[in-house]
């Protein structure tokens, strides 16, 4: 397991992650999505599309993350509402 993904319960602690993306800032898209048994290209799909994201996988990175299932369900719906601005125009 990446020693980065100890850096993600602080982070969000502290209000540094406040949607599924801001993950990233802190560890590669490449290293979360190859350990959920990923490619990049569907990783990058997922975000875009947060609405896709398998329940049991958004799960699994949680456990990675040490986050509870509730915050990994709050970071994704954020990332849901903030692509669906973005698709809006707003």
Do not use: C, W
Not at 14 to 42: A, E, H, M, Q, W
Not at 58 to 87: N, S
Request: net charge neutral.
């Amino acid at each position: 397991m990446d020693h980065r993904y100890d850096l993600i319960r602080p982070m969000y602690e502290r209000g540094n992650i406040s949607k599924l993306s801001d993950i990233f800032k802190f560890i590669p898209k490449t290293t979360v999505f190859r350990d959920l048994g990923y490619r990049l290209d569907r990783g990058n799909e997922l975000i875009e599309h947060p609405e896709d994201f398998p329940v049991r996988k958004l799960f699994e990175m949680a456990a990675y993350a040490g986050l509870t299932e509730e915050e990994i369900l709050r970071l994704m719906l954020q990332e849901y509402l903030y692509r669906k601005e973005i698709r809006l125009g707003k």
